[in-house]
């Protein structure tokens, strides 16, 4: 079993920047690709940004130039820098993976409970 846990939202003025992590912790044997997605009030949860194990990154058109997802494998964490941030950046932010818990078993997927980020003056 996986626990993802959010840091660092809050709340930030247009322009301004937030970087939000995100510790994976538990009983797991390999992770494979992570990523951040968000939900905006009374929208559908979409993508963010997604790195795959080997660091190969995918960005939301809306985000690309403007925010960076990475990750650090030894300590099972992924982290979003959002620059540049915009009214309509604002949403929940979560945290998403998969993760084996043996060789060979099949992929899982996983949530964190999300981050509220709010972009206003």
């Known amino acids: 079993q996986v626990q993802l846990v959010e840091s660092g939202g809050g709340l930030v003025q247009p322009g301004g920047s937030l970087r939000l992590s995100c510790a994976a912790s538990?009983?797991?044997?390999?992770?494979?690709?992570m990523g951040w997605y968000r939900q905006a009030p009374q929208k559908q949860r979409e993508l963010v940004a997604t790195?795959?194990?080997?660091?190969?990154?995918n960005y939301a058109d809306s985000v690309k130039g403007r925010f960076t997802i990475s990750r650090d494998n030894a300590k099972n964490t992924v982290h979003l820098q959002m620059n540049s941030l915009k009214p309509e950046d604002t949403a929940v932010y979560y945290c998403n993976l998969y993760a084996r818990s043996a060789p060979f078993r099949d992929l899982m997927e996983y949530w964190g409970k999300g981050t509220l980020v709010t972009v206003s003056s």
């Open positions: 538990g009983t797991f044997f390999s992770i494979s690709d």
């Open positions: 790195i795959t194990s080997g660091r190969s990154t």
